[in-house]
């Protein structure tokens, strides 16, 4: 089992060095500490390197409110960063190649709403080569920084020497953040060696260059401008991400807020998310002093860590039912705190992890589907969890015997802007491109709980049953959905769940990583005589000619 | 050999017939007449049909100005078209498969191109089922009739029936042109039977339904009141698109300004355009006249033949030289002539189809160099070229014993708004996306010749050398580019090629056609026991569940 879920006394592969408003985050991988049988060389990474970055990058946001900058360097002479490892790939299953690539690439995203929305600006200090993943992490960063020693260079050295591409943002962040001419493009990602010096600024590939001697004080002081730019405060204290209360058993999964039921025959999952048990704090203080047991933040991560746990360990789960349980007053209470105290720092962060777990649930290949029963509590940010579904079915009325109130969704602020998908629209504005004055009747509705038949109408819920034709209308959809291909839904979620407008993201996500997943299947990179194959074999690889 | 060259004497799937200010095009494909072996029922298409579906919308456009309003049905009852043939499907290649799949979006594309900017409108009036494929072609028209006889459905059924995507614009249309809300186009596409009657407006799937007792008269009456709609001449007469003069032999394609050689060995082919050999005409009279002979149209009309055979028929060249021969003022003369003319009908569709030969290079699965070198025309629309290559070399200064003046780039107005690329701007801007105040000083430009080095600043090409070093420069390159795998240099330009925003056309040909051809390699598609291959046999298909 990959497991997501780890800390700094636990890292092997990174150091986090706070200096007042810098922090510097430094790589340093151990060769023998790969998750397989491979060495992790010249700090070559493979996913538990990036689980570690990921931690590190959430866990400056919450427990260094007062790091401004974020200096990634590497902690090797030499060499900043090879790149993903490989063996390590070349070893790889195709499912967890892919898987790996999403993982990275949410990883980097992160880092770049960090600097955007946190304020947590990182800047990349490349002292020595950064090659392939390397230099694609160091483009996360809002400012890249060369040393100019005649020896390192940036290269994406991915299609002529492994026959794959630069595939997690390489490609999408040299044309569209650093706008890159193409042709120059096209020229630097099929050169092996790279480019350094000058020239690397000249092509936009990094931001300055800087002299050997010079190396050090530069990068402090570039460090200490930039965190001037930051609106973070100064003498806040951070709190602590504590472990997760998590127990994986059999077919279930279980957090304090969130379960996760397996029947893994059918390829089902159920995951059912519980609101609140305690009001809404009655102060920002108060709510620091919960720490990780304030309820938003412990259903972020809660959520976040079943997410990936079902794409990474729960592969042949093709559905995920998704459920809530509880108080939907309670919940709006939660949002309405967290928006009215978005001057926060912490509120702010929390606001902003819950924005990156719902895009986890976009960009995950399983088909969600949303249940909207008596009892549940789809209101304000958990009603995005029925918008992020790709279908969601709400009952008509209250079931026999059961005496609780008829389902209904309410809509709260939060969902008119605080969870913006990838291309930048929120998932309502998604949902009704074709009749955007929906949105303005919906923000009317704002508190009031709106029951099946009227939220069909109102195009929130895709259909609405009685109570005697929910079970039936369920297993057969739910039949006919695992009897399908899992590729086909696949492809058919990747298109259908992005509608509207196209940003760097979701290009990463759709064009890049499509193009990426092909090639991951073609014989020229992963066959016998494939490069990424042979590569280090000393055999050249042979390739099919043929152009598709 | 696959000819793209046809016309309606030859038509065995489709007629036009013209009645006025309207045409109707109906589809009523000849069974027996595939080009492979397998049986056209139901109106089902292969890439023959197609074919004459894009000579077809051609002709109207260029042949028939006074149509405004183009009735796209079928000629058979009770059924309007059942899509890609499946059978063709399961016995074409991968490479014919994403051809095929290529080329249709084009014409559906071309087909939007004609409603939009010839004003020659398309309405689509399914009178009988209209399935996948079917329904895609529909998709393509401005406006879509359904007739409402408790029968007649469209329907993307693909994924459930076959484990492929409705992947020749489908998911795209129906997210981003026609806005059907997320869940919805969930439901449609894995529902087999499709969607009819109100239910197939209110979705948004089609603009109106129509009683069988009133179809005829209806179609009739929407038609003429599009054509009220449209700047189209009333008197016009048509030109004729004349066969084209084309030699295949060997190792070499030639007409009359266009020629390919290939070095088949090499995987190389060289595609050279001459400029005008007659001076711009006298008067848009006088170009009417030479119809089909008018430099830009013959030209237009070579080159998009030249680059179609060379997808289809010549898979294995990786590498096409781009070169041009002849007077640049001519070229610039001609351009001058068209922007001068722009009112004028026929100088109207020759701009949108030179820009959508442009396009054609744009997502040919070729890496395109440009070489410009003396005796060149890379002048206006020629420059096109250049800017839509993966790279561009230009010599600097003369060669020994060649008297002509140096190598050199004029930029024309055409290269500032004529031919825009998919995203929606022109090359330059796409070029200098990071610096747009380029385009501006590059406008001050306008008509002056730029040589070697000159252009290398300005940023017009990628590099330039002296003649000492050309040949040794060019020689390497090509030994590197033909070495690498063919695959990711696919994947490489389909990325690098569009920097800048995505649109429902980038996201057909990036995301959806991407992921289309992900799963076109997938075993529960293509295997023995994947959907394709068993579709009609009787035995269920068998599918690894695992969800990538």
Same mark, same amino acid.
């Given at each position: 089992?990959?497991?997501?879920?780890?800390?700094?006394?636990?890292?092997?592969?990174?150091?986090?060095?706070?200096?007042?408003?810098?922090?510097?985050?430094?790589?340093?991988?151990?060769?023998?500490?790969?998750?397989?049988?491979?060495?992790?060389?010249?700090?070559?990474?493979?996913? %538990?390197?990036?689980?570690?970055?990921?931690?590190?990058?959430?866990?400056?946001?919450?427990?260094?409110?007062?790091?401004?900058? /974020?200096?990634?360097?590497? %902690?090797?002479?030499?060499?900043?960063?090879?790149?993903?490892?490989?063996?390590m790939? %070349?070893?790889?299953?195709?499912?967890?190649?892919?898987?790996?690539?999403?993982?990275?690439n949410?990883?980097?995203?992160?880092i770049?709403?960090?600097?955007e929305n946190?304020?947590?600006?990182?800047?990349?200090?490349?002292?020595?080569?950064?090659?392939?993943?390397?230099?694609?992490?160091a483009l996360?960063?809002?400012?890249?920084?060369?040393?100019?020693?005649?020896?390192?260079?940036?290269?994406?050295?991915?299609?002529?020497?492994?026959?794959?591409?630069?595939?997690?943002?390489?490609?999408?962040?040299?044309?569209?953040?650093?706008? !890159?001419?193409?042709?120059?493009?096209?020229v630097?990602?099929?050169?092996?060696?790279?480019?350094?010096?000058?020239?690397? /600024?000249?092509?936009?590939? /990094?931001?300055? !260059?800087?002299?050997?001697?010079?190396?050090?004080n530069?990068?402090t002081?570039?460090?200490?401008?930039?965190?001037?730019?930051?609106?973070?405060?100064?003498?806040?204290?951070?709190?602590?991400?504590?472990?997760?209360?998590?127990?994986?058993?059999?077919?279930?999964?279980?957090?304090?807020?969130?379960? /996760?039921?397996?029947?893994?025959?059918?390829?089902?999952?159920?995951?059912?998310?519980?609101?609140?048990?305690?009001?809404?704090?009655?102060? !920002?203080?108060?709510?620091?002093?919960?720490?990780?047991?304030?309820?938003?933040?412990?259903?972020?991560?809660?959520?976040?860590?079943?997410?990936?746990?079902?794409?990474?360990?729960?592969?042949?789960i093709?559905?995920?039912?998704?459920?809530?349980?509880?108080?939907?007053? %309670?919940?709006?209470?939660?949002?309405?705190?967290?928006?009215?105290?978005?001057?926060?720092?912490?509120?702010?962060?929390?606001?902003?992890?819950?924005?990156?777990v719902?895009?986890? !649930?976009?960009?995950?290949?399983?088909?969600?589907? &949303?249940?909207?029963?008596?009892?549940?509590?789809?209101?304000?940010?958990?009603?995005?969890?029925?918008?992020?579904?790709?279908?969601?079915?709400?009952?008509?009325g209250?079931?026999?015997?059961?005496?609780?109130k008829?389902?209904?969704?309410?809509?709260?602020?939060?969902?008119?802007?605080?969870?913006?998908?990838?291309?930048?629209?929120?998932?309502?504005?998604?949902?009704?491109?074709? &009749?955007?004055?929906?949105?303005?009747?919906?923000k009317?509705?704002?508190?009031?709980?709106?029951?099946?038949?009227? @939220?069909?109408?109102?195009?929130?819920?895709?259909?609405?049953?009685?109570?005697?034709?929910w079970?039936?209308?369920?297993?057969?959809?739910?039949?006919?959905?695992?009897?399908?291909?899992?590729?086909?839904?696949?492809?058919?979620? @990747?298109?259908?769940?992005?509608?509207?407008?196209?940003?760097m993201?979701?290009?990463?996500?759709?064009?890049?990583?499509?193009?990426q997943?092909?090639?991951?299947?073609?014989?020229? &990179?992963?066959?016998?005589?494939? &490069?990424?194959?042979?590569?280090?074999?000393?055999?050249?690889?042979?390739?099919?000619?043929?152009?598709?």
């Amino acid at each position: 089992m990959i497991d997501y879920q780890t800390d700094p006394s636990r890292y092997r592969h990174w150091r986090i060095e706070p200096d007042g408003d810098i922090a510097y985050l430094i790589m340093d991988v151990n060769q023998a500490g790969g998750l397989g049988d491979y060495e992790l060389k010249l700090n070559s990474y493979d996913l %538990g390197v990036d689980i570690e970055l990921n931690d590190a990058v959430q866990r400056l946001r919450f427990e260094h409110p007062e790091v401004r900058c /974020v200096v990634m360097k590497s %902690g090797k002479d030499n060499v900043f960063c090879a790149g993903a490892n490989i063996r390590m790939l %070349g070893k790889s299953t195709y499912q967890q190649k892919v898987n790996f690539c999403k993982f990275t690439n949410e990883t980097r995203l992160a880092i770049e709403d960090a600097s955007e929305n946190s304020k947590q600006i990182y800047v990349c200090a490349i002292n020595g080569n950064a090659a392939g993943g390397g230099y694609e992490l160091a483009l996360a960063a809002d400012h890249i920084m060369l040393v100019d020693d005649r020896r390192s260079a940036v290269a994406l050295p991915e299609t002529p020497l492994l026959a794959v591409l630069p595939g997690t943002g390489g490609l999408t962040r040299v044309t569209d953040k650093r706008k !890159v001419r193409r042709d120059r493009a096209d020229v630097f990602c099929s050169t092996e060696e790279g480019v350094r010096g000058s020239k690397a /600024v000249d092509w936009r590939l /990094v931001d300055e !260059v800087v002299p050997n001697s010079k190396w050090k004080n530069t990068v402090t002081a570039r460090a200490h401008e930039i965190a001037a730019r930051s609106d973070r405060p100064k003498d806040a204290k951070g709190i602590q991400l504590t472990p997760l209360a998590r127990t994986i058993e059999g077919d279930r999964v279980s957090y304090s807020h969130v379960d /996760v039921e397996l029947e893994r025959e059918r390829g089902l999952a159920t995951l059912t998310v519980r609101g609140p048990s305690d009001n809404a704090p009655a102060s !920002v203080a108060a709510a620091h002093a919960l720490g990780a047991k304030f309820w938003p933040l412990t259903v972020a991560r809660e959520l976040e860590d079943a997410i990936l746990h079902l794409r990474t360990n729960e592969q042949t789960i093709g559905v995920v039912l998704l459920r809530t349980d509880g108080n939907a007053q %309670g919940v709006l209470a939660h949002d309405d705190f967290l928006a009215k105290a978005n001057g926060d720092w912490l509120m702010r962060e929390i606001r902003h992890y819950l924005k990156r777990v719902l895009k986890r !649930v976009d960009v995950t290949p399983k088909s969600f589907i &949303a249940l909207i029963e008596p009892g549940s509590c789809f209101a304000g940010t958990l009603a995005e969890l029925a918008f992020a579904a790709d279908r969601s079915l709400m009952l008509i009325g209250a079931r026999e015997g059961d005496n609780r109130k008829p389902a209904a969704i309410t809509l709260g602020q939060t969902n008119f802007g605080f969870y913006p998908m990838g291309n930048g629209l929120t998932r309502l504005q998604t949902r009704f491109l074709g &009749a955007p004055e929906q949105v303005d009747t919906l923000k009317t509705k704002i508190g009031e709980p709106i029951e099946g038949e009227e @939220a069909a109408e109102l195009g929130l819920v895709t259909m609405a049953y009685e109570d005697f034709d929910w079970n039936d209308e369920l297993r057969v959809m739910l039949e006919e959905r695992l009897s399908f291909s899992p590729d086909a839904m696949t492809g058919m979620e @990747a298109n259908l769940r992005f509608a509207g407008p196209e940003t760097m993201e979701t290009k990463i996500f759709g064009r890049l990583t499509a193009w990426q997943n092909w090639i991951f299947q073609r014989p020229n &990179a992963i066959g016998e005589q494939g &490069a990424l194959k042979l590569y280090g074999s000393g055999v050249s690889p042979t390739f099919n000619k043929e152009r598709v």
